[in-house]
C-alpha cells in the first residue's frame, strides 16, 4: 500500500518533470543560412515570432548577414571562410524582411533576398 503509492507520486513527479520543458521553453524557430558566392539560402521560410538565424558561409570570401524589416536591422559580423556565427531576431507577421551581404558588391551579384513573416 504505502510502496504503491510512492511509486505513484514518483510517476507523477516524473510526468510535470517531462511536461514542464514542453511547455515553459519557448517556441524559437532555427533556420539555416548558408552562404556562397554569390547566393544566400535559407533552410525555411521564417515565420513570425523569434527566429534564430544559423549563419555558416560556405565560402572562401569574407561574407556577413544583414537582415532589416519593421523598423529594425540585426547584423552578423563578417564571416572568413567556413565560419558561423547566430543572431536572433523577433519578426513581426505580415512584415516583409530583406536580407543581404554587405561585403564589396555581393548583393548586387545575388546575395540577397526578401521574405514576409507569416
Ligand atoms: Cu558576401
Known sequence: MFRALILATVSLAAA??????VMAAPSVQTVRVKESNYRIS???????????FVVRNGS??????????????????VLGGGGSASL???L????????WCAVSDHAE??????????
Open 42 to 52: 535559407l533552410s525555411a521560410k521564417p515565420r513570425a515570432g523569434a527566429v534564430k
Open 109 to 118: 551579384e545575388g546575395m540577397k533576398g526578401s521574405f514576409v513573416a507569416r
Open 92 to 99: 513581426k507577421k505580415g512584415v516583409r524582411y530583406t536580407y
Open 60 to 77: 572562401d570570401d569574407g561574407h556577413d548577414f544583414w537582415l532589416k524589416g519593421g523598423g529594425k536591422t540585426w547584423k552578423t559580423r
Open 16 to 21: 510535470a518533470a517531462l511536461a514542464i520543458p
Open 88 to 90: 536572433t531576431a523577433k
